[in-house]
């Protein structure tokens, strides 16, 4: 069975006739019209273009010279915040001569001059009891602009949910935008609170009352010709233990006066609405999330902003919920002018399991079967890489509706069915099956064997247990968070259409337990002061209680290798081109007497590599748990062509841009403990 879309069949019409409608006033753009807003030398968005592709054209570096490459300028964010952040994960954009990014865990705006590193300007929003519980503070993860009357204007969301509006040359809010804020320290201009389009009662300063719900931001706007489109985030719902929360609706605003344009509603608002007949309950009254914690992406020239999703309230139980729960850990496309609804396609139905969506929808244009498809590129976490005609929303290759284990957690209802691609293939091994397993010697392989028997294992939708199970020690899913995440997202060729993404194998378990077993007044998080107040009202009748690991023999991994790697596809057809092992093994398998004379060639090491493509080469981290080096590799083939060692552990992203003649490489730096939040820009030796 094919699902096209997650409605059942008597359901689709609707979405395939908006789905039509779109075609047909779309179509006429020819795909060489399409506009990446990426001019020469620049990097203007989070993830480099408004495609998403963390990819530059930009060839001065290459394979001859990257060996020659030096340290140009080091940036730390040392100091902006209650504490250092060590965890750097905002992306610089360079637009018209200028470096612009957030930093620490008051997200401050910073400009910084591109050839010194030298700090130009910078801004912190006062304190607010919404940033202090902001469990997303510190991931703002970038900029967005626009330029207004030969204006340039950099926009951010802060961590207490307002949107700034600043000059880029000066650092000034504009004048004339937004609307005042009554909070003692705030400018009298260039600021919208966005709490006030939300429809919910709330204080300015302390943001929404905690019997309602919360809600924040992880990722920079998108300006898409004219309109500022919002995404927001709410509490990791592995930490939530109450059922109440607000919907992460989606905002757009003038780009030019900040001004309300349109909301998206995420959840129903009524009996009537296209995604109520997913909620086989009245949940969508009173539960939320569903927020947009990944950035967005546009198509420009088709006016289409694309939006991802994580899972309603909350994370591992869903019986107070029961349905697929739109539009709950999708990818949708709306216009960006009306907030219309072009199209959607769910990617977990009643999700539960914390595969929300952790990446910017990429956009690229292909040739599939000798015809030129304007696609749109959803990853996963579990490795699976979904693709989309961008303009209609209909898959390019057959999603196939996979039966899957029901739930023996009381109250638990679960979709008997999840879509699941056929082409691409997985990125990572998605079972425990005796071709995956460990496969050094036949003797670690048959210890393999025992140890896997003694549990139920399965795929990325096995369900969670209930704490008391004793059957057997534990169901495991496979594909939990073996692909890629917020700390390592895909990248993408313009020119090639090879799609490279990190992974990793990975396969674990989740028990629950009674939710008045866990629920506090409040609960660890990663706010600046690590608590956050528990939100709702309503205790669920279960909660996350922890997780179920599966040990291989003698203290190695259960599988079998490589244990990190990249993957190349080739999104003109769906194959998987190549993958090459990512770091080196570590200590304990190097030297494990176990494995003496066996060769670790391809083991590869326990990170996750961040990823950008420049030219012809393809940049590598080794993770955070690998060494301080960046390489080079062909992006057409993977053959390493350079190494070079960075002054702290690359994470999260790099950029790249050309100021002045000279081509700088940006690599977001830090290390736990040891070096905060940084950006060590590289660059050739100057002749």
Not at 64 to 70: H, I, K, S, T, V
Request: net charge negative; glycine share 10%; proline share 8%.
């Amino acid at each position: 069975m094919t699902r096209m879309s997650p409605l059942r069949a008597s359901e689709r019409r609707p979405a395939q006739v908006a789905g039509i409608l779109a075609a047909a006033l779309l179509f006429a753009l020819p795909l060489a019209a399409q506009n990446r807003d990426m001019p020469e030398g620049e990097w203007r968005y989070q993830s480099g273009d408004a495609w998403g592709t963390r990819s530059s054209p930009l060839s001065d570096i290459d394979a001859d010279n990257f060996g020659d490459l030096e340290v140009a300028w080091m940036w730390r964010g040392d100091n902006f915040g209650p504490k250092p952040s060590f965890l750097s994960k905002s992306t610089p954009s360079y637009i018209n001569g200028k470096l612009y990014t957030v930093v620490g865990y008051r997200r401050a705006v910073v400009a910084i001059d591109p050839a010194s590193g030298e700090t130009l300007w910078t801004y912190t929003e006062p304190t607010t009891r919404r940033f202090e519980e902001s469990m997303r503070s510190s991931y703002g993860k970038g900029v967005a602009y626009a330029e207004i009357d030969g204006k340039l204007v950099i926009y951010v969301v802060s961590p207490g949910f307002f949107l700034h509006a600043f000059d880029g040359e000066t650092g000034e809010h504009i004048e004339g935008f937004g609307a005042p804020v009554d909070i003692p320290g705030f400018p009298k201009t260039g600021v919208v609170d966005l709490l006030a389009h939300f429809g919910y009662n709330y204080d300015p300063y302390e943001g929404l009352a905690p019997t309602v719900g919360y809600i924040t931001n992880s990722s920079p706007p998108i300006v898409v010709n004219g309109t500022i489109v919002v995404g927001n985030s709410a509490a990791q719902g592995y930490h939530q233990t109450r059922i109440e929360n607000v919907p992460g609706d989606i905002l757009a605003f003038d780009a030019r006066t900040g001004d309300f344009k349109w909301k998206f509603n995420v959840t129903p608002r009524s009996e009537d609405d296209f995604a109520a007949s997913t909620w086989e309950n009245d949940a969508w009254k009173w539960t939320g999330d569903v927020s947009s914690w990944a950035p967005l992406s546009a198509d420009l020239e088709r006016d289409i902003v694309y939006i991802p999703t994580n899972a309603p309230t909350i994370d591992f139980y869903g019986g107070f919920r029961p349905g697929d729960n739109l539009f709950g850990t999708s990818v949708i496309a709306l216009n960006a002018q009306t907030g219309e609804r072009v199209w959607h396609f769910q990617t977990t139905h009643h999700p539960i399991w914390n595969h929300d969506l952790p990446n910017v929808p990429i956009l690229a244009d292909v040739e599939v079967n000798g015809e030129k498809v304007p696609m749109a590129i959803q990853t996963t976490k579990q490795g699976y890489t979904f693709a989309f005609n961008r303009e209609t929303g209909e898959p390019v290759w057959p999603i196939e509706e996979v039966e899957v284990p029901q739930s023996i957690v009381p109250g638990e209802k679960l979709s008997p069915t999840q879509p699941v691609p056929t082409v691409p293939a997985p990125v990572e091994m998605l079972d425990l099956s005796e071709d995956n397993l460990i496969d050094y010697t036949p003797e670690l392989r048959q210890k393999a064997i025992e140890i896997v028997s003694e549990y139920t294992v399965g795929g990325p939708y096995m369900p969670p247990v209930p704490k008391g199970y004793e059957e057997n020690k534990g169901w495991i899913a496979c594909g939990v968070h073996s692909a890629v995440n917020i700390t390592h997202p895909a990248a993408l060729d313009p020119a090639t259409g090879i799609l490279y993404q990190s992974s990793g194998p990975n396969c674990s378990g989740r028990i629950v337990q009674p939710g008045v077993d866990a629920d506090q007044s409040d609960h660890d998080c990663t706010s600046p002061s690590g608590k956050c107040t528990t939100i709702g009202e309503t205790i669920a009748d279960w909660v996350n209680y922890r997780a179920i690991g599966i040990a291989g023999p003698d203290g190695l991994p259960i599988y079998k290798p490589p244990y990190s790697r990249v993957t190349a596809i080739d999104m003109n057809t769906g194959e998987h081109l190549w993958w090459i092992p990512i770091g080196e093994p570590n200590d304990r398998i190097k030297n494990h007497p176990a494995l003496e004379g066996v060769d670790l060639s391809n083991v590869g090491g326990q990170g996750r590599s961040i990823l950008m493509v420049s030219g012809d080469l393809l940049l590598t981290t080794e993770g955070m748990a690998g060494p301080r080096v960046l390489n080079a590799h062909d992006k057409r083939t993977g053959e390493k062509v350079g190494s070079i060692e960075l002054p702290a552990i690359g994470m999260y992203g790099m950029m790249t841009y050309k100021h002045e003649g000279r081509q700088y490489i940006v690599v977001q730096t830090g290390q736990r403990g040891r070096v905060p939040e940084s950006y060590t820009a590289l660059a050739l030796p100057k002749e």
